[in-house]
């Protein structure tokens, strides 16, 4: 966790700053406010940051971290920013993996899905693995503090060949936008958020293909593939899972919007 300064906000500044933030579109001005002054060392630091938020880069970007499944995770500028609705695929996830297995995190990112999974689980091996050297850099920081690995290259190419069938539990959030509808993304995501974290190819399922296909080849029996995707997707992911020979089942929360397919290797 980040240490906390006792930098203090008159209320008229304090105001301000609200205003400017609500003017530029920022919902919840109070709460990015009251975030942007716990995390700056000075009154002008603060400033920067405020700026930086107005002229429309993300708010996590500005901070240096999110929070994702009650974790402090570093994100920089270029890195995916985790969605509360991939705390599922972590929960998911959770309930599967035992002590001792060995997790493999594909398209990393920040590295928010492997460390949130192993975070209270004893004695998990785990391996996170994305293309983007910055994603790489970031998930570095995020994964080696808790005993991780970070591997960078194309999924399953990346890892030692040692693991292949010796895998439990293989986790992805790859990107599953269509390349036609990244256009249509929030603007935060389309101007600041690499488009390779987002682009699944024609129909977003590039990747879900990619992975399913070698998956029996890297898990051990019994193990399970698990990939976050859309509800309007998911069909497809479904019948991916099952031409590659896995045992699929849809999962889904309402609430948080998340759907996840979840294959078994047959024993």
């Not at 008159?10 to 975030?35: H, M």
């Not at 000075?42 to 970007?61: F, Q, W």
């Not at 890297?218 to 991916?240: P, R």
Request: glycine share 8%; with cysteine; charged share 25%.
């Amino acid at each position: 966790m980040g240490q906390k300064n006792n930098l203090f906000l008159d209320k008229k500044t304090e105001n301000s700053i609200i205003k400017r933030l609500r003017s530029e579109g920022c919902v919840f001005a109070e709460e990015e406010t009251q975030l942007l002054t716990s995390e700056a060392r000075s009154i002008e630091e603060l400033m920067n940051m405020v700026e930086k938020r107005i002229s429309g880069l993300p708010l996590e970007y500005v901070l240096g971290f999110t929070k994702f499944c009650g974790l402090r995770i570093e994100v920089e500028r270029g890195v995916f920013i985790p969605r509360r609705r991939t705390e599922f695929l972590v929960q998911q996830a959770k309930v599967l993996t035992r002590p001792y297995d060995i997790v493999l995190d594909l398209c990393c990112g920040s590295g928010a899905v492997g460390a949130a999974i192993v975070t209270d689980l004893k004695k998990i091996s785990l391996h996170s693995v994305d293309i983007d050297p910055v994603a790489v850099r970031c998930a570095s920081h995020n994964i080696i503090k808790i005993g991780g690995h970070v591997h960078q290259g194309d999924v399953y190419d990346a890892l030692p060949h040692s693991l292949r069938g010796k895998v439990n539990i293989i986790v992805a959030n790859a990107p599953y936008v269509p390349t036609d509808s990244v256009k249509l993304l929030p603007r935060e995501s389309r101007l600041y958020e690499p488009k390779v974290a987002l682009d699944g190819g024609k129909d977003g399922l590039d990747l879900h293909r990619m992975i399913a296909e070698e998956a029996l080849q890297w898990l051990v029996s019994g193990g399970h593939l698990l990939i976050e995707t859309s509800e309007l997707q998911v069909a497809k992911t479904f019948e991916i899972f099952v031409k590659a020979g896995l045992i699929a089942k849809i999962v889904r929360d309402e609430e948080m919007d998340a759907t996840v397919v979840i294959g078994t290797k047959s024993g």
